[in-house]
């Protein structure tokens, strides 16, 4: 059974980084995409980004662009989100999915990573 | 880009049928058919519960359904059951390859 599981959560002072990421359990890493996604508590889904498996392109929201970086492994079927400059309001449940076409949606999720920024 | 537009909530009697909006722009949900939908429980991941406007994955019930109208996608769900008790959000394809959801609908069973 294929499914992404993300790394443990995290606790991050403001300005610090945070790395977190997402393995293909049970299958390699074929022609997708991943995208990344994150919901502060009690609020809405909000889309962050995705990066192509295969040629390691990227596109990145207005609103986290130049401080998300998105990379893969593909030796590790492991993708990473790296969110830099950290802030209060980043505090989120952050989840990585998998888009097979763009007609498919996102039709696999990782379980989440919880991500704490507090002083 | 903003958020997609959904009512916030919706709510409806075991049996019944409900419908949520999801209005965007030409941009995103009117100029392309990539509308997709998803249900949350609390504390859980999201599920793809429809996607290109009008498809059910595979083990989602047909109870299910989606269309779009212009700049306005719904989903709608017929013959409620308690477990379709969730958040649900769509989401859409842009113009800017981007994607972007909405505000999110709770769907109250009463």
């Known amino acids: 059974q294929v499914q992404f599981v993300q790394s443990g959560a995290e606790v991050k002072k403001p300005g610090a980084s945070v790395k977190v990421s997402c393995k293909a359990s049970g299958s390699t890493f074929t022609k997708y995409a991943v995208h990344w996604v994150r919901q502060a508590p009690g609020q809405r889904l909000e889309w962050m980004g995705w990066i192509n498996v295969v040629n390691g392109n990227t596109k990145y929201s207005q609103k986290v662009q130049g401080r998300v970086t998105l990379t893969r492994d593909t030796s590790a079927n492991t993708a990473y989100m790296e969110l830099s400059s950290l802030r209060s309001e980043d505090t989120a449940v952050y989840y990585c999915?998998?888009?097979?076409?763009?007609?498919?949606?996102?039709?696999?999720w990782g379980q989440g990573t919880m991500v704490t920024v507090s002083s | 880009q903003s958020a997609l537009t959904q009512p916030a909530s919706v709510s409806g009697s075991p049996g019944q049928s409900i419908t949520i909006s999801c209005t965007g722009t030409s941009g995103d949900v009117g100029g392309y058919n990539y509308v997709s939908w998803y249900q949350q429980h609390p504390g859980k991941a999201p599920q793809l519960m429809i996607y290109e406007v009008s498809n059910r994955p595979s083990g989602v019930s047909n109870r299910f359904s989606g269309s779009k109208s212009g700049n306005t996608a719904s989903l709608t769900i017929s013959g409620l059951q308690a477990e379709d008790e969730a958040d649900y959000y769509c989401t859409s394809y842009t113009s800017a390859t981007t994607r972007v959801f909405g505000g999110g609908t709770r769907l109250t069973v009463l």
């Open positions: 999915a998998r888009e097979r076409t763009i007609t498919d949606g996102f039709d696999m």
